[in-house]
Structures are given as structure tokens and as C-alpha cells.
């Protein structure tokens, strides 16, 4: 469920919910002054990572969810187990390689039809769209059988793990190729399947912008 309020509106709730104004609402968060919530009034600045990760810091309850992108409900409380999944704000490798672990975040409250497993959030990345400060993707955990021609995985192999979209090697069905949104900047990558130790196919994604 995605509502229709703006980046303002979203934070304009939560001021109510705090039952401050903005000035003292900047310094209950640690912020020195109240100029960049002004800039989102303005519609000058969307909410930031940095500025939703101060929200939730001071009022945990805030789901890091909707003040980010509007899905869900203002409230944790609100939210049915169903539609919550583990949110890892680590690195890919982290997030692979150690498992479960609790992030800053904690919580991902999800829209009602995307079925996954966890939301690993990465900064950089060659497969990040122009602007994006970061991307949220949706993960569902598979077998390596399931992996299908098209489709972007996050994939474990050897000591490393890689986000790419996957294609067939006609001269090696034992093979993947894995292939970058920017193929000049980034060549193609070729894997053994049967090296691949862990694979989560990519359900959906949200980008951060740049704010």
C-alpha cells in the first residue's frame, strides 16, 4: 500500500506525532539547525537517508518505510508481521557471508504484493540507476536450479558476492554471464554454476535519490 503523501506531508505527520515545530524537532534529532526541513517544505529536498535514519533513531517506532518512500503506515504498531521482513543496511558481502544480523534499521515494512525474504540496503553500485544515494532491493532466497535467464540475482560465489542480471553462455551451458547495467564500464562477468554458494533473486527495488 503506497499513500499519496509528499516528502513533506510524511514529515509534516511525524512533527504532529512529536508534537513539536520544526526548530525543535531539528535539535531533538541532533541536528544543528532547521534549514534542510525548511528545504523539504520548499520542495527543495526530498527526505534524506542521513535525515530518516536521525528520525528513527530518536522515535524507533517511525517506520524507516514509509518516511522514506511512502508505503506502508507511519507506525510500526501498525503493521501486520506479514508485511515486515529483516532490513540489513550492511554490504552485499556482509549480508551474504554473516546472515541474520541486527541492522540500524531493523524492520522493512513491505507492499502487501511483494513476496521476499529480506532488504539488504547498498550505497554504490555499477547496477544503481543515475542519482540513486542508495538501493533498497527486495530479496527472495532460491535454489541455484531456480535462477532463470533475465532475471538480477545477488549471488554468492568464491569469496565474493555480485548483483547482476544473468544471461546464458551457449558455448558453456555450465556457465553464467553475469552482465552490468553499464557493459563498457563494467565487462561481463563469467561463473561456474557450480560455483555459485548462495543465490537470492532481485523481487523488486526502490531507489534513494540523491537529495
Known amino acids: 500500500m503506497t499513500n499519496k503523501y509528499n516528502n ?3 514529515l509534516e505527520r511525524v512533527l504532529e506525532y512529536a508534537k513539536m515545530n520544526a526548530n525543535a524537532f531539528a535539535l531533538h534529532i ?16 526530498g527526505i534524506s537517508e542521513e535525515l530518516a535514519e536521525r528520525i528513527t533513531s530518536r522515535f ?3 517506520n524507516p518505510t514509509w518516511l522514506l518512500s511512502g508505503v506502508g503506515d507511519m507506525l510500526l504498531a501498525n503493521t501486520s508481521d506479514k508485511s515486515v521482513v529483516p532490513f540489513y543496511e550492511q554490504g552485499i558481502e556482509q549480508f551474504l557471508d554473516e546472515g541474520v544480523k541486527h541492522s540500524r534499521l531493523g524492520k522493512y515494512q513491505l507492499p502487501y504484493s511483494c513476496d521476499c525474504d529480506a532488504v539488504v540496503r547498498i550505497k554504490t553500485h555499477t547496477m544503481s540507476l ?4 542508495a538501493t533498497d532491493l527486495f530479496l527472495k532466497r532460491i535454489q541455484v536450479e531456480e535462477m ?3 532475471n ?7 569469496h565474493s558476492a555480485i548483483w547482476r542480471k544473468i544471461r546464458c553462455v551457449k558455448s558453456n ?9 553499464d557493459r563498457v564500464e563494467e565487462p561481463d562477468i563469467f561463473i561456474n554454476k557450480s560455483d555459485i554458494r548462495s543465490v537470492w533473486r532481485v523481487i523488486a527495488r526502490m531507489a534513494i535519490l540523491v537529495s
Open 60 to 62: 524507533p517506532e517511525i
Open 152 to 158: 538480477e540475482y545477488l549471488i554468492a560465489h568464491g
Open 30 to 45: 541532533g541536528m544543528q539547525r532547521s534549514e534542510n526541513i525548511y528545504h523539504i517544505k520548499r520542495g527543495a529536498f
Open 173 to 181: 551451458p555450465a556457465q553464467w554471464r553475469l552482465v552490468a547495467y
Open 148 to 150: 532463470v535467464q533475465g
Open 130 to 133: 543515475p542519482g540513486t544515494a
Open 8 to 10: 513533506w506531508e510524511r
